[in-house]
């Protein structure tokens, strides 16, 4: 299941200032949190992962590397993204997401940008104002479903060859 809310929000940054972007999710059982970075020409970049544990302090994600610019908070019912010494490639559009048991969520976007920044990107400056964005929707729904297939294919995997194992030892 995919769910996804448009943007309202756009910041505005000068050079070198520190930005913190929050964002509130439902988990209450183990879930991982997600940061991504979007800008118009690229897929969604993967900037933040946590595991958010209901007893326990949220776990670094072991198959993503932290930068020391951008930091990644986890509180009881929200997240938050801080981004220190902000510069130009700092600029687009940003939004967490979290996954509980098989349902993907994704929040509101928040586009930073910096201030007196001619340079406009229509793509994610429409998206900002409300409009529908096909290709990002597609491209998260396309990424993330091979992700689900993969680990379904995994599973299969690990049950034949569990069962070929069992009638190996039967037959001896």
Known sequence: LLSETLCSLTLEAEAGDKVTIWCQHDLTETGYIYWFKHTCDSVPLLIGC????????????????????IVMSVHDKNTSLTITAVNVSDTGLYYCSYMEKNRITF????YLRMKGLNKTLSKITDRANGSDSPAVSFMLTVGLGSVIVNVILLGVLIIILKHKGHEASKNE
Request: charged residues 25%; glycine residues 0%.
């Open 50 to 69: 946590k595991q958010f544990l209901k007893s326990a302090p949220s776990q670094s994600c072991y198959f993503f590397s932290e930068s020391e610019r």
């Open 107 to 110: 929040s509101d976007s928040v």
